[in-house]
């Protein structure tokens, strides 16, 4: 295996005008020695002191700018590994620390990270370059820190090199979670995702809805504005604006961006919530300016600053208007009281920020408890001389709670947490091994320790009953859901409209688009179908045009009618070719309205002739006198025709239909014709069965009239047909779902299209090819004679009957003359009717039915 060894030097300069760090271990803030070292990040300096725009040289300059609440922090990870080491957890084996200060600046924490991956027992200067860290041994088995995500995320990315554990107590950005790129980081506490849809649901619930953001211009920032900006939309919450701050105090740009920002706050007025995702110097400046300007609103807290003491010794901080917070949960305080209340015990000759601490505290001795936050502040932009110990002794004992008052419960806890959670780690890898010798285990061994085993992709963290956060279940990600990282939080949801994922997805999959294609094994059924329809329909055309002079093409309407039929049963077949396909706008404009228009026009052709059969065999005088005015056949067909084509324009017109995809269903988009009106739908099809309807009364009234030229009984079962078909299809209809639905319609439409074709045309064919001698002129005059001396004996004998009936009441009353006059009338339309027939077949003298009516048949 290759090995290269790289000699690093110090990573400050050596001149004698840079005195903070002139050898290595200038650098370190604090440590102790120990069997295992554990490395600390926290920012307890503000920013670096330069007096120039941006760097010049590789040099790391003093820090200044002395944070109270972060040097509380690096106190609670050695007081935590304090508690572990005088605990019985590692008998035998002491924890010992390096910590350095990050002055809030990516580039210091990079270069302690080097500090860190410096290789055991040697110079701290020398990092080994290997192609497998597999056996190497750096200084530090795991870091601790550090607080601020921008800074997490750099120095993640190094440790990444050795897998060594890095575990932070407050770095909360989301895009930590992902284990592919940040493999050997830790956290104590929950992502921006959670605190981010906490804040959405706040403001939700509150009634907000028109709120302004302010974050800082880094990675923290921007993660924690999208991730926000996506939970309040939701949330139907609007974001009126987003304003950001450079996120290093060493900016010089950073006044003039924070009265822009105020500025922005003032113009929008309507604006009385804004949430604010900065560090705590950024809120004490954009506060403190705040008040100036008489600014009061509703401010939403993240993590990094809801409960920061420094923010509520702002002068009048009260009127910068109300504060609504989130924070860590908290935990037992009172080991850690006892601490900071003997701190002026504590050894600080490895410890510069305790003695700066205390010089600090000597400088502002006799300041107000009030103003003492302030005067640390001031004082630490500039060089203090180092005090006595009795000096020191006696100004921790004046001031003993000040400390306590700045402390932060939630961030205390969590860093008492990671060093508890290392500690648990180590204790593991040391139940078989010497662990007092450091070349025990690497560092990326405790990855391996922990108390649950790393969720998969497609899988999510469900916490347990167990009071440790580490100890978690795997749980497969639900529908519709997926996570494509390791030990993921939560699910993340794809989008339903266009998307879809299966139980355990590692991402999301586009829907597929569905339709009735021309491919589809149903379509091309109903296609086939529809082809032989229309062959039946030109056959049809073709055998009664070859028969135009027979009386069964004759008494059918003529050809003109026949023709007109066929054309309608022609479109019928053609518009279910509409159905199928990708629906387009045109497709689904034309189906619906050339079914309909065809169908009715069929039904109106159809109507007359039943009505024209009931008129030419009708003997009884009052109802052939209201047939004649009724039986109006172009005025009939264009009347009902043209009520079905006003339907359709208006419902072109008003509600057309369209295309619509459906998203309902989880895997498929279902691209389908959406009618546009259901009334209008409805009234379509209602107007057509009330046609058929009335033509299937008419044509129930003729069914008895002479069996081979007559067609009404034949209509009677083609509407039947269509009645039950388009019954059936109301239910079918309303419960079939998906890209099939147009082929339930396709199939009524079949269905009443045959069944009206069959019963009207295929009787008369079968005797045109099949029953030539009775399709002649004589046998059809034979039949008429046949059925017209059936109807005239028929009425005769009933009136017969009915005159015998009453013969006694005729002799008392005078009224029953009538009857014996109907019985005449009787006779003497039965001899009509017979000299009809006779006549025709120059058998007989006479006609047995008028001139007309015949035509007419």
């Not at 809805?209 to 949330?235: H, K, P």
Request: charged share 15%; glycine share 4%.
């Amino acid at each position: 295996m290759a090995l290269l060894i790289i000699p690093m030097t110090c990573f400050g300069s050596t001149l004698a005008t840079s005195p903070p760090c002139q050898t290595p271990d200038d650098f370190v803030a604090a440590t102790s020695p120990g069997h295992i070292m554990i490395g600390g990040l926290f920012a307890i300096h503000e920013k670096m002191l330069s007096s120039e725009d941006y760097p010049r040289r590789p040099e790391i300059q003093k820090c200044v700018g002395f944070e109270i609440s972060i040097f509380l922090q690096a106190l609670a990870m050695i007081h935590s590994i304090e508690m572990i080491n005088n605990s019985p957890l590692l008998s035998g084996v002491t924890l010992g620390y390096e910590i350095y200060d990050t002055c809030t600046e990516v580039t210091v924490a990079m270069a302690a990270t080097l500090r860190f991956l410096s290789k055991l027992n040697c110079s701290r200067e020398i990092v080994e370059f290997k192609c497998d860290y597999s056996s190497y041994m750096p200084r530090v088995k795991a870091v601790i820190g550090a607080g601020y995500s921008e800074i997490t995320m750099a120095v993640s990315r190094m440790l990444n090199l050795q897998l060594m554990p890095q575990v932070s107590y407050e770095s909360t950005a989301e895009i930590l979670s992902d284990k592919i790129r940040f493999p050997s980081f830790l956290r104590t506490v929950p992502s921006d995702f959670y605190q981010t849809k906490a804040m959405a649901h706040l403001i939700q619930k509150s009634g907000w809805n028109w709120v302004g953001i302010i974050a800082t211009d880094d990675d923290y920032g921007r993660l924690a504005l999208n991730t926000f900006a996506v939970q309040t939309a939701a949330n139907n919450v609007c974001i009126a604006f987003k304003e950001v701050l450079p996120a290093f105090l060493s900016d010089n740009t950073i006044e003039v961006r924070i009265n822009e920002t105020l500025e922005k706050i003032i113009a929008e007025a309507q604006v009385n919530v804004i949430v604010v995702f900065l560090r705590q110097f950024h809120v004490f400046n954009l506060f403190s300016k705040a008040i100036e300007r008489n600014i009061n609103k509703i401010w939403i807290a993240s993590d990094n600053w809801s409960t920061a003491t420094k923010i509520t010794t702002i002068p009048n901080v009260k009127r910068i208007g109300k504060v609504v917070g989130f924070t860590f949960r908290r935990g037992n305080m009172s080991s850690f009281h006892s601490f900071l209340q003997n701190l002026h015990i504590f050894p600080s000759e490895n410890n510069k920020p305790l003695r700066e601490y205390a010089m600090l505290l000597s400088a502002c001795a006799y300041v107000k408890d009030s103003d003492l936050s302030q005067c640390i502040s001031n004082h630490s932009q500039g060089t203090l001389a180092y005090k006595a110990n009795e000096d020191i002794e006696r100004n921790f004992s004046l001031r003993n709670d000040f400390l306590w008052d700045y402390t932060e419960p939630g961030l205390v806890h969590s860093i008492q947490l990671a060093v508890r959670a290392l500690g648990y780690a180590i204790r593991d890898l040391c139940q078989a091994r010497d662990c007092q010798n450091p070349n025990a285990f690497q560092p990326w061994e405790q990855i391996q320790s922990k108390c649950s085993k790393e969720c998969s992709p497609g899988q999510m963290k469900k916490t347990t009953r167990s009071q440790h956060i580490c100890c978690y279940e795997c749980v497969n990600c639900p529908e519709n859901h997926y996570s494509n990282q390791t030990d993921m939080d939560h699910c993340l949801l794809c989008n339903n409209e266009t998307h879809w994922a299966p139980v355990r997805s590692t991402r999301c999959f586009e829907k597929e688009v569905e339709y009735l294609n021309w491919n589809d094994s149903l379509a091309i059924l109903l296609l086939a179908l529809s082809l032989l329809g229309i062959l039946f329909v030109l056959a049809i055309g073709i055998i009664f045009t070859r028969n135009l002079n027979t009386p069964v093409v004759k008494s059918s309407g003529g050809l003109l009618v026949c023709y007109v039929i066929l054309l309608c049963h022609f479109l019928n077949f053609a518009s279910t070719g509409f159905f199928i396909g990708e629906p387009q706008d045109f497709t689904c404009k034309t189906r619906q309205t050339l079914f309909g228009v065809s169908f009715t026009l069929c039904i109106s052709c159809i109507l007359m002739k039943s009505l024209k059969i009931l008129l030419a065999f009708s003997f009884d005088p009052k109802l052939q006198n209201f047939l004649k005015c009724l039986y109006k056949p172009i005025l009939i067909i264009f009347t009902c025709t043209g009520i079905q084509v006003v339907i359709c324009t208006i419902w072109l017109i008003f509600a057309a239909p369209a295309v619509e995809e459906n998203v309902s269903l989880p895997r498929v988009i279902i691209l389908e014709c959406e009618e546009g009106s259901v009334l209008a739908f409805g009234t379509m099809l209602g107007y057509i069965a009330i046609l058929a309807f009335i033509c299937f009364i008419f044509a129930f009234k003729g069914r008895k009239l002479p069996e081979h030229y007559n067609e009404a009984k034949f209509i009677t079962f083609g509407m039947l047909i269509y009645f039950i078909a388009w019954i059936t299809f109301i239910p079918v209809y309303a419960t079939t779902f998906g890209k099939y639905l147009p082929a339930v319609e396709i199939i009524v439409i079949l269905i009443s299209n045959y069944g009206i074709l069959c019963c009207t045309f295929f009787p008369k064919c079968y005797v045109i090819l099949c029953k030539q001698e009775t399709n002649t002129k004589s046998a059809f005059l034979k039949m008429i004679y046949s059925y017209s001396s059936h109807a005239a004996s028929s009425l005769a004998i009933s009136h017969v009957s009915l005159d015998s009936t009453n013969s006694s009441i005729t002799m008392t009353d005078p009224s029953s003359g009538g009857r014996s006059a109907a019985w005449q009338e009787g006779k003497d339309l039965q001899a009509q009717a017979f000299a009809h027939i006779c006549r025709e077949n120059a058998t007989c003298v006479s006609k047995i039915l008028p001139r007309k009516r015949i035509s007419s048949i």
